[in-house]
């Protein structure tokens, strides 16, 4: 528990408006000054973006959101504050007087943080009678979705502001982190803004355009930065001989022409030492191969998420994974496959994301693979892209599952497919899944598929190609024994209830 | 078609087993030259991992694996090749020396990459009697899933080989990037060294520790740089006002000093203008409010991808949500609810993961929402972490779904509950699912839930606060109509086959 129920805030810029939304979103109520006399249409546009973003990133339950109210004054802000957050334009003087406005009339107990991205708390604190409890709380764009503030204190703040300050940003959802020393830029930005430089550079010498430079990262480097930083990452690269070795092998191209100009630190024992040590502590106890395990998924949870987006990597890998489907596609139609028994036309392996808490496949998960079983189906019977974009297709309209057995991530699976039933408008069919290593069947799903013109989202006969296909499965299948469950009802014995 | 089938590798280090490991999948074989006695092990163990990442990756089918032989000689890996990489440690006489021993063995038609980080291609060809089919082709570790390869070419290298290179990069699911002039570093590592540099200063002057380095990154910058590069993030920073507006207000930065002792480029009239048409250019036509929404977009699928690992910000994000779970079910405990109606105990909403090529939402996301229903019945009930823990849950058995209607992207949703009987182990329930705005009826599905000890995985009673909340729900919906889809079978009229 903060404490905290109002948050007041300076400035309804670009920055003051993210905290704006990140703290309405998490129920606070929020009195915010700016003068801008658009300042409530600005505000309001952010608060549509960080909603949209929220409604997306989470099906937790938000909550009420809080009300946001815009004033005209410093103090009319400072004085409803149970937190006040700072975010007026980088000016040392114009934050310093508008600061120790604020200051004197906040509650004493009140924590101010301010927004600045480079500024010394020390000298921000200078005007204020109650200094002890400034702090800088330094976001990134968007504020309601970035995690990191850098937390800084000046020479007069206390311990106990700094933690205060770093409570109240966790609450809402943030990561602070305690930046040591007082420093321009702080961490981050010193990082962000030496990489900004050699790119100015790069455009500077025509040796890439904006775009290049921006590929260049997202890309490559950028996707290993969203979950791991550049000591970890070397760590990993420098393999089981340690971070002493990854420095030894690669310490010499510090002192190569690459980047432009830039001094570099002399990499002496005593550095090599420090670093070595505060490598091996970050590592813990995870292994190098850990190390690369973590990695890799944690990649591979970028690059898919991404992938729904079909953006930067994300349409790297939809563009590889249409290429499988379609090589897959067409040597299955070559194979001229003999259908005798139950088809058998998927496979799948339990994904990380598709267990639950206990380590088993989650419900949904078994009609993701069923539903991509009948996908399999449908690639099998003829229904490709271009049948599909004809406004052809066929949709399920109900589905009976049976739950027989758990299965654990990371084991392969196959599905089998029995056409009970068809004419020319309706697939009756009967999935079952099994674990391959052992055969053992898991579900079972019934459906009925219904073909249909999409457009005008109606039933319709398929066409003759797919429909042959779909009569010779069907009349070759009459033959096998109807599966035990197939035309199942949910029922309780009456002695239930 | 590149024509490619057998890939020939020089070097078997954690790059070149990394070229192993991509080509192998994407089915070729491969022919890799390394004097090391473990060469096999080694590359054997980076497959193992590869094969892991693929198998969570995607589940397109993937095809037959591509052999992979490794040999003692240059030569051999070189006459096997249709292609060749050479990933030998960082020495340029070295590299020189076994490129054109390589040279002279291979066809002359096959492309030669090398995966120098930073070596000089017009240095690297000097040996080679067919200069012109060498370039760099500089991917990033782990190879297997970096999607980024710089290609380079040197002095006599022919634009035809460029091309046929990034055709084959491209074919085995990567993203090359030509670089325009031959320079040190290229350009992703000149990014990441002028980042490093600035890290190791930090380090040296004990500003911060390796670890908050890391943090600094991952839980900030390191998430926007997964997607978008550090020009159209600042482009978008900068507003409607443009890129000239953020260089002029942001400009100034580069004279502070932050990062240690880099030279900056004069941002001079010409140098203005060039960053401007070419950040213009990358942007095409998206106004800043697409790119915003864009950048979110993203950014909420790397954080939902994280959270799956419970790793840097995706913990972040999975503890935000069960604070907010928290509250919501201590919310409705307290609420004493009058239960007269069927239960309306869940709201979602149509998310993008859930939508399929057409924006409807796909089948499984159907079960998902009914899941998540039958969570908040649960929870609703009593059934807690703590409960859980104990070994206590239930366990859906069967599912009987109906498709009624489509429904697309972005629409909220809500579902209702009828409990239809149950006993002390069972609870046999019809949820139905609603579009909110028009209350109009999307999907029904019918379960069975069997409470079980989960150690055990066998049916078992439920516990007497549980089963008390769900009698006294059982007795009240007794009154209610029973659905009319309820206890339905799947089946076809005769007249079907």
Redesign the interface.
């Known amino acids: 528990m903060t404490g905290v129920k109002t948050v007041g805030l300076l400035g309804g810029g670009?920055i003051g408006a993210g905290w704006a939304a990140r703290a309405a979103i998490n129920g606070h109520d929020v009195v915010i000054c700016d003068l801008d006399p658009e300042a409530e249409r600005k505000i309001g546009?952010v608060m549509v973006?960080a909603r949209?973003?929220y409604?997306?990133?989470?099906?937790?339950?938000?909550?009420e959101l809080g009300s946001i109210r815009v004033v005209r004054t410093i103090e009319e802000a400072a004085a409803a504050a149970d937190f006040l957050q700072e975010s007026l334009p980088e000016q040392e003087e114009l934050k310093i007087a508008l600061l120790g406005r604020a200051d004197r009339a906040a509650r004493p107990d009140v924590i101010i943080g301010s927004s600045t991205s480079?500024l010394l708390p020390t000298k921000l604190q200078s005007g204020m009678t109650h200094p002890e409890r400034f702090v800088v709380g330094h976001p990134?764009?968007?504020v309601y979705?970035?995690?990191?503030v850098?937390i800084c204190g000046g020479a007069k703040t206390s311990a106990d502001a700094k933690e205060r300050a770093a409570t109240f940003y966790r609450s809402v959802?943030?990561?602070p982190?305690l930046?040591?020393?007082e420093?321009?830029?702080?961490?981050?930005?010193?990082?962000?803004?030496?990489?900004?430089?050699?790119?100015?550079?790069?455009?500077?010498?025509?040796?890439?355009?904006?775009?290049?430079?921006?590929?260049?990262?997202?890309?490559?480097?950028?996707?290993?930065?969203?979950?791991?930083?550049?000591?970890?990452i070397?760590r990993?690269?420098g393999?089981e001989a340690g971070m002493r070795h990854f420095m030894a092998q690669f310490g010499p191209?510090?002192k190569?022409?690459?980047?432009?100009?830039?001094?570099?630190?002399d990499?002496d024992g005593a550095?090599l030492d420090?670093?070595v040590a505060?490598?091996d502590?970050?590592a813990g106890n995870s292994s190098i191969?850990d190390l690369?395990?973590?990695?890799?998924?944690?990649?591979?949870?970028?690059?898919?998420?991404?992938r729904?987006?079909d953006?930067?990597?994300?349409s790297?890998?939809r563009a590889?994974?249409e290429k499988?489907?379609e090589?897959?596609a067409s040597?299955m139609v070559n194979a001229d496959h003999k259908v005798s028994g139950p088809l058998r036309l998927h496979?799948?392996?339990v994904?990380?994301?598709w267990v639950d808490?206990?380590g088993h496949m989650?419900?949904?998960?078994?009609?993701?693979v069923f539903?991509?079983t009948s996908d399999a189906l449908f690639r099998y019977i003829g229904i490709d892209a271009a049948y599909?974009a004809s406004g052809l297709n066929y949709?399920?309209?109900?589905?009976?599952?049976?739950?027989l057995r758990?299965v654990r991530e990371g084991e392969p699976l196959h599905a089998t497919t029995q056409i009970?039933?068809?004419?020319e408008k309706?697939i009756?069919l009967f999935h079952e899944l099994y674990r391959t290593r052992d055969e053992m069947k898991l579900a079972t799903a019934?459906?009925?598929q219904l073909h249909v013109n999409?457009a005008e989202?109606r039933a319709c006969p398929a066409r003759a190609n797919v429909l042959d296909q779909v009569m010779r499965i069907?009349e070759k299948h009459?033959r096998l024994p109807r599966p035990e469950n197939?035309?199942?009802?949910?029922?309780?014995p009456t002695?239930?209830?």
Chains 1, 2 share one sequence.
């Open positions: 670009v546009e973006n949209r973003a409604s997306r990133m989470t099906l937790a339950p938000l909550g480079g990134f764009n968007p979705l970035m995690p990191l850098e959802g943030m990561r982190l930046v040591r020393k420093i321009d830029g702080f961490i981050a930005d010193r990082l962000m803004e030496a990489l900004w430089r050699e790119a100015l550079w790069l455009v500077h010498d025509d040796v890439a355009t904006a775009a290049e430079i921006d590929d260049a990262i997202r890309f490559g480097p950028g996707l290993r930065w969203a979950f791991m930083g550049t000591f970890l070397y990993i690269a393999g191209a510090l190569w022409p690459w980047t432009k100009l830039m001094d570099v630190p990499l550095l420090k670093i505060q490598s502590f970050q191969r690369e395990r973590l990695r890799d998924d944690c990649l591979v949870s970028v690059l898919q998420g991404l729904g987006r953006f930067a990597a994300g790297v890998l590889f994974e499988l489907y090589r897959d040597a496979t799948a392996k994904e990380p994301r808490y206990n989650t419900e949904s998960a078994y009609l993701q539903g991509d599909r949709y399920t309209v109900e589905t009976h599952i049976m739950h758990e009970l039933a068809a004419d309706r009756h019934e459906q009925m999409t989202s069907a009459r197939a035309g199942r009802q949910i029922s309780m002695t239930g209830t």
